[in-house]
């Protein structure tokens, strides 16, 4: 078992949905803590608030990569390779578990079954983490932080 399943797990006893545990393994890799974001990332859970929407996999996943792309102050840009990104993940998304599940919706990917978030859930949150890691990676992103 990996330090990083260890960790999902770990977040996921104490309560912490699967939006949340991307970023809070995001901000691990930063060497930062910040509640208000993750409580922030509460609304994704479930398909946009237990909704059945589009899966917070996904969307935390998107958020991920905002967190070391995206504009955070003022006099910052968000940068150029952000939206790239995103698509790119949402590309890979959808043929790995859109395809899989019949759609990139909570409710298709959990058909009905409240017990699947504990089978399928945590392989698309470790694959969904792997996958942002190699696209910062890829696209000159430093994870502990910094832009190479």
Not at 120 to 128: E, F, S
Request: aromatic letters at 6%; charged letters at 20%.
């Amino acid at each position: 078992m990996t330090d990083e399943m260890i960790r999902m797990i770990q977040l996921a006893q104490q309560g912490f949905h699967c939006s949340q545990i991307l970023i809070v393994m995001g901000l691990d890799a930063q060497g930062k803590e910040n509640p208000d974001l993750v409580r922030a990332m509460s609304g994704l859970a479930g398909g946009l608030g237990f909704s059945g929407e589009v899966c917070g996999v996904l969307t935390g996943g998107a958020c991920l990569l905002g967190l070391y792309a995206g504009k955070g102050t003022a006099d910052q840009e968000e940068d150029e390779r952000l939206n790239l990104m995103i698509n790119e993940l949402v590309e890979w998304f959808s043929a790995q578990y859109g395809q899989l599940y019949g759609g990139i919706r909570c409710d298709n990917i959990l058909e009905g079954d409240p017990a699947a978030r504990t089978t399928r859930c945590p392989g698309m949150v470790l694959g969904t983490y792997d996958q942002v890691k190699a696209l910062l990676l890829k696209h000159g992103f430093d994870l502990s932080g910094g832009n190479q």
